[in-house]
Nanobody, 125 residues
Framework: EVQLAESGGGLVQAGGSLRLSCVASGFTFDDYEIGWFRQAAGKEREALSCINNRDRKTYTSESVKGRFDVSSDTAEKVVYLQMNSLKPEDTAVYSC??????????????????WGQGTQVTVFA
């Protein structure tokens, strides 16, 4: 059974940090791109940062570049999202997803195959 399980969300003061974890199981982790997304209330889902476990290349959206960083532990099958200098506008449900990215496909795009349930991040001023 394929599972993606996020953890690490919570309540944090503006300026603080959180590290989210996405634990994967049930598929060949090394063949997949893992992405982090968020969806705030009343807004569309936003792609934040992705890592392709095939070549270890990463992509981070301009909206969070310099504050958020993605990393992958292929031995433990965990992808992390380190979030620093958090702002109230970062409040959202954060989810991870997995897909096998095509060779010509741009990073952090496409129809993702597997999704986690999400974890709530709330940043207060």
């Amino acid at each position: 059974e394929v599972q993606l399980a996020e953890s690490g969300g919570g309540l944090v003061q503006a300026g603080g940090s959180l590290r989210l974890s996405c634990v994967a199981s049930g598929f060949t982790f090394d063949d997949y791109e893992i992405g982090w997304f968020r969806q705030a209330a009343g807004k569309e889902r936003e792609a934040l940062s992705c890592i392709n476990n095939r070549d270890r290349k990463t992509y981070t959206s301009e909206s969070v570049k310099g504050r958020f960083d993605v990393s992958s532990d292929t031995a433990e099958k965990v992808v992390y999202l380190q979030m620093n200098s958090l702002k109230p506008e970062d409040t959202a449900v954060y989810s991870c997803a997995a897909q096998k990215r095509g060779r010509r496909q741009s990073p952090c795009t496409g129809t993702w195959t597997y999704w986690g349930q999400g974890t709530q991040v709330t940043v207060f001023a």
